[in-house]
């Protein structure tokens, strides 16, 4: 089989290294994923996402012109807005919520009434 960069192949996990899984993808051909490739964010273990022998679908994104070496993700068929809607920052208050604070134009009238009264005793 011709393997093209882009294109979206299934392969069976045939070995897991802490570094990355490898993928048969038949034809006597091996693929790669790496740790950073196996999905977004953090990975801590590979082992977590991938079991020998499962059948997974990739996405060929690079293939090295002198060893023919294959670099498969995973990562790149997940929906980017799948993480960052869990990932949202939580406030511990309101940040909308008015908290007092006002501009120094608004403010400036009072402070030199104010000045004006102190140093008129």
């Not at 949202?88 to 009434?113: C, Q």
Request: net charge positive.
């Amino acid at each position: 089989m011709d393997f093209k960069i882009g294109q979206v192949v299934e392969g069976k996990v045939n070995g897991i290294q802490p570094y990355g899984v490898f993928v048969d993808l038949g034809d006597n051909k091996q693929g790669l994923i790496h740790i950073s490739e196996c999905k977004q964010g953090f990975v801590t273990n590979v082992e977590e996402a991938f079991k020998v022998g499962k059948v997974i679908k990739a996405v060929i994104i690079d293939i090295d012109e002198y060893s023919r070496q294959i670099s498969l993700s995973v990562r790149v068929l997940q929906d980017a807005n799948e993480v960052t809607r869990r990932k949202r920052k939580h406030y511990w208050t309101d940040y909308r919520m008015n908290l007092g604070f006002s501009t120094i134009a608004e403010e400036i009238n009072p402070w030199v009434y104010q000045a004006l009264k102190r140093f008129s005793k």
